[in-house]
Each structure stands twice: as structure tokens, then as C-alpha cells.
């Protein structure tokens, strides 16, 4: 048997190649119809303007309005003196403090306030047996209040 791949058979090859290849690029470039060239010209936009909405007046009867109240000055009692919310503690070198249902030393002993336990003065000062007396309630606990006596506070920084 022969050999099929011979020069001439190659040859032949080629120039076949060479045909199909140049009669591609005649058909691309001449006989294929142009693509149509895009209209490049800008559209004209339509603009519809509308108007704002107005409003129409109405005879409406005049709102009442508030004046508001000026409220009354705070008197920011300066530091380390007593006066109502203010924070104090039971003062060192003191173990226990009576917490008593009124101002002065009759009357009923209602609970202790312990050494630097912290309350706020809400009521006060009451004088009674020659002593200042402050309203303390704790913070923590509503129900631990009770008047003592400004001998054994100290005024604290709120906390």
C-alpha cells in the first residue's frame, strides 16, 4: 500500500485551503449586503410641564396656641450643703442612723440606715430639739425613708 500522504496530495490540500479561504473574504467583503449605517441624530425629547398644586385659602378659625409657662428657677444648692435632691451618706464613724416617722428624737423609730448607705433628700430640713432633721428616701427602695437627723450626713456627688 501506498503512502497516502504524498506531496502532492498536501500540495493539493493547500491550494484547496487557499480557495475556500479567499472566496470567504471576497464574500464577507463584496457580495454580503452592508449593515444598515444607525441613525445618529439625537431624539427629540417631549416635555409636559405640570403645574404645582396650589392651595386654596380657607377661612379657618385661629388655632389657640399655649404660652408656655416659665418655669420656676432651680436653686442649685452649692457643694457639700444640704438641700432637697441632694445625695448624702450616713457619715463615717456612725454604725447605725434612725430613720424616724417625724422630725425630733420622740419619735417612732421606723428603720436603721447603716454606715455609707446612700439616700436622697426629698423633704426638709424641719427643726426639731435644736436639731436639723432631712426627709431620706433610698433610692434602691422607696419604702427605706424616713427623717434624720443632719448630724450624722455627709453630702455626696450625685451618683
Known amino acids: 500500500m ?14 484547496i485551503a ?13 457580495i454580503r449586503p452592508a449593515a444598515p449605517v444607525p441613525d445618529l441624530t439625537p431624539a427629540s ?7 404645582a398644586p396650589t392651595s386654596t385659602p380657607h377661612d379657618l378659625p385661629p388655632t389657640p396656641q399655649l404660652i408656655p409657662s416659665t418655669p420656676m428657677p432651680t ?14 451618706q450616713v457619715a463615717n464613724g456612725v454604725d447605725a442612723l434612725n430613720l ?6 420622740d419619735s417612732t423609730k421606723l428603720s436603721l440606715a ?6 436622697l433628700i426629698t423633704n426638709g430640713p424641719e427643726k426639731a430639739d435644736g436639731i436639723n432633721w432631712w426627709y431620706l428616701t433610698a433610692s ?7 427623717w434624720a437627723a443632719q448630724d450624722f450626713l ?3 456627688p450625685s451618683p
Open 75 to 88: 436653686l442649685t444648692p452649692a457643694p457639700g450643703e444640704f438641700a432637697i435632691n441632694v445625695y448624702v
Open 2 to 15: 501506498k503512502n497516502i500522504l504524498n506531496r502532492r496530495v498536501l500540495l493539493a490540500a493547500l491550494l
Open 114 to 119: 447603716f454606715k455609707s448607705e446612700v439616700f
Open 154 to 156: 455627709t453630702v455626696i
Open 100 to 105: 424616724r416617722a417625724e422630725p425630733g428624737l
Open 45 to 51: 425629547a417631549a416635555m409636559t410641564i405640570i403645574p
Open 140 to 146: 434602691y427602695d422607696t419604702s427605706r425613708a424616713g
Open 18 to 30: 487557499s480557495v475556500l479561504l479567499c472566496a470567504s473574504f471576497v464574500f464577507i467583503l463584496v
